[in-house]
C-alpha cells in the first residue's frame, strides 16, 4: 500500500514537473548573448542572436532584455517563427545619440512576418532630439527612423511599453491583423517635427487601449486599409489630436472603416477628432465611423473634417477631394475649444460628406458660445447642440 502511494506520487511528480517544463517558456537572456547594460556598447549583434535563438525555438520562448540600458542600432526581427514569442522588456533599449547612425532605413526597431508576438514591459529611448534640429534647420537630414513597427505581423500584443523621443512616429502597425496596443505611454516634445504617437494602416482588427499620448503630431494616425480599429480610453495631448488620414495621397487608395474611439480626453491638442484628405482625385473613403464619450480641454479643432489638407499651403494639389466620408457618428463630446470655430466640416464640393450624424455636443469657447461651419455636407443633429449645428 505504502509502497504504491510512494510510486503513484513519484509519478504524479514527475508529470507535474514534465507538464511545467512544457507550459513555460524557454528563456533567451540578452546579456548570454553578449549584450551590455551600460547604454554605450553597440548591443545590436546580441540582440539579433537572441531573436535569432528564440524565433527558432521549439518552443514558445521569451527574450528577456533585463535592467539597464542597451545601446541598440537598427534592427530587423524577422519571422516566421517556430512558436510564439515574447519580448520581455525590463530596461530601456536606446538608440546611438547620433542620429545618422540609423541611416536611412526609415526604422529603428522592426518586427517583420511574426504571428504571435508579444512586447511587454520598458523603455525605448530613440534620442531623437538631434534629428529634430536638423529638420528645424533645413538641413539636408537622414530620413529619420520610426521607433517600433510591426510589419505583416499578426495576433500581436504590444502592453507596458513606454516609449520616448522618437525621431519619426514611436509605434507603427502596418499590414498587421489582430493586434492589442495596451497601456503604453508614448512622449515627445509638442515642437518635436512628425513624432506620431500610433501609426495604423493597412490593417485589420487593431485595439489601442488605456494608452497616452503627448507628442509633436498626431497622437493616433490612421492611414489607408484600416478597418475595424477600435481606440479606448486615450489621453492625447500636447500633439495634433486623433486623425483619419491624411487620405487622398494617391488616386488608388484602400478605404477606411469601421473606426471606434470611446472615452477620449484631448488636452491641449491642436485638433481633437480629425478626418482630413488632400483635394485631389482618389477613389479612397472613410464610413462608419463613431467618436463617444470625448473630452476637450482646451482643443483648437475639437470637432474637424478637412478636404482640403494641405500644411503650410505648399505643394496644394488645388483640385477637390475624391475621398467619399460617410456615416460619421460624433455623441457625447464636451468641454472647451480653444478656438471660437469649435466645429468644422470642409467636404469635397465633388464628393460631398454624408451621413455626418452629431448627438450631445456641449462644446464652449472662453465660456462664450463657439460656432459651427458646414460646407458640402449633409446628416442630422440630435440632443444638446452647442455650439448650434449647421447641419
Ligand atoms: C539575465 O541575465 C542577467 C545577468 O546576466 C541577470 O541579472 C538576469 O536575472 C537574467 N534574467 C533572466 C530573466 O534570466
Ligand atoms: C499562432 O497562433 C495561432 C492561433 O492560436 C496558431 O494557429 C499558429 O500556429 C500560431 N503560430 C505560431 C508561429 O505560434
Ligand atoms: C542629401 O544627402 C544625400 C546623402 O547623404 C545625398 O545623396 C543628396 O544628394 C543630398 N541632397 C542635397 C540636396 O544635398
Ligand atoms: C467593427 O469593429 C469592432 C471593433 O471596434 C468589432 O468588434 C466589430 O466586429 C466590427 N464590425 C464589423 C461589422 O466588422
Ligand atoms: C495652388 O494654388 C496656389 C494659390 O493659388 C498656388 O500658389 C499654387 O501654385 C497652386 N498649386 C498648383 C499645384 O497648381
Ligand atoms: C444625403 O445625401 C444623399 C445623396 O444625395 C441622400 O441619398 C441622403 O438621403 C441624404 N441624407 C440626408 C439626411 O439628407
Known sequence: MAIKLIFSSLFLYFFIQTSIAASSSAIFNVTSYGAKADGKTDSTQAFLGAWKAACSSAKAATISVPNGRYLVKNVVFRGPCKKKITVKISGTIVAPSDYRALGNSGYWILFIEVDNLTVTGGNLDAQGAGFWDCRKSGQNCSVGARSITFNWANNVIVTSLTSINSQLAHLVVNSCNNVIVRNVKLIAPDTSPNTDGIHVQSSNGVSITGSTMQTGDDCISIGPGTKNLLMNSIKCGPGHGVSIGSLGKELKEDGVQNITLTNAVFSGSDNGVRIKSWARPSYGFVRNVLFQNIIMKNTKNPIIIDQNYCPNNQGCPNQTSGVKISDITYRNI?????????????????????????????????????????????????????????L
Open 334 to 390: 464636451q468641454g472647451t475649444s480653444a478656438t471660437a470655430k469649435a466645429v468644422t466640416f470642409d467636404c469635397s464640393s465633388s464628393t460631398p460628406c454624408e451621413g455626418i450624424n452629431l448627438q450631445d455636443i456641449k462644446l464652449t469657447y472662453s465660456n462664450k458660445a463657439a460656432t459651427s461651419s458646414c460646407k458640402n455636407i449633409n446628416g442630422t443633429s440630435d440632443g444638446v447642440q452647442n455650439p448650434e449645428s449647421c
